[in-house]
């Protein structure tokens, strides 16, 4: 069966460190990988998309990679904030129609 | 650019009332999505429009669940009746994706909707 998985529903690191989330899927071939920020009481906000044939996507603090043969992406916060706490969604391309999100990782970067 | 507005915020409503959310997507986006969020887990796609036909409502209780986007903008998620199972935030998203899937979703604040 299709299922998307991240890592520990809660991650908590210290401020000024990199916070690494993960992403598994199981049975999808992405061409496509986003991934969002939500914050409580709102909706998910778009930070980066990953094309299946590239293997690394950067934006400022953010890193992303994406590794379709282990079928996984990497999502890389450096110099964490913590006005970087929030919870984080993966979201695969479905068969080029629509996405399918994750369950999310609450982060907490603590002073 | 203006975002996607919803409304309203909360709903509170008793099990088997009826309820609507609307949605007003972000002006010239193709796609409109309305997604189910139940606490603690991802959005879960109930169903896409592409201007104002249906690409995908697989997911739909079409039992109690109805949608329709009128003229290809303007979007009503209905339920009727309630259960107490529909508790969740109903999330409302738009993008200029149309036949590939390039392009970042923009999403409303969302209704939270409580069933007694």
């Known amino acids: 069966s299709q299922k998307i998985e991240q890592n520990s529903e809660a991650l908590n690191i210290q401020e000024g460190k990199t916070a690494t989330l993960t992403c598994n899927y199981t049975?999808?071939?992405?061409?496509?990988l986003q991934w969002y920020r939500q914050d409580p009481g709102r909706g998910p906000v778009f930070l980066l998309l990953?094309?299946?044939?590239?293997k690394e996507k950067r934006k400022e603090r953010l890193k992303v990679t994406f590794d379709t043969t282990l079928k996984q992406s990497l999502f890389h916060i450096t110099a964490s904030q913590p006005a970087d706490s929030a919870t984080y969604l993966c979201a695969l391309d479905n068969y080029g129609q629509n996405f399918v999100f994750g369950p999310g990782t609450r982060l907490s970067v603590l002073p | 650019e203006a975002g996607v507005a919803q409304s309203p915020r909360y709903k509170i409503i008793e099990k088997r009332q009826s309820v609507a959310f609307w949605c007003n997507p972000i002006s010239g986006h193709a796609t409109l999505y309305w997604y189910q969020q139940i606490l603690g887990q991802g959005p879960k796609l109930l169903i896409q429009?592409?201007?104002?036909?249906?690409?995908?409502d697989s997911q739909l209780p079409k039992d109690r669940f109805s949608a329709e986007r009128l003229k290809g903008v303007d979007s009503t998620l209905k339920i009727q009746p309630a259960k107490l199972e529909d508790s969740a935030v109903y999330l409302c998203?738009?993008?200029?994706?149309?036949?590939?899937?390039?392009?970042?979703?923009?999403f409303g604040d969302g209704t939270r909707l409580s069933i007694l």
């Open positions: 998203a738009s993008s200029q994706a149309t036949w590939r899937n390039d392009q970042p979703q923009h």
């Open positions: 429009f592409q201007n104002n036909g249906v690409v995908d």
């Open positions: 990953i094309r299946e044939n590239e």
């Open positions: 049975n999808y071939s992405p061409a496509y």
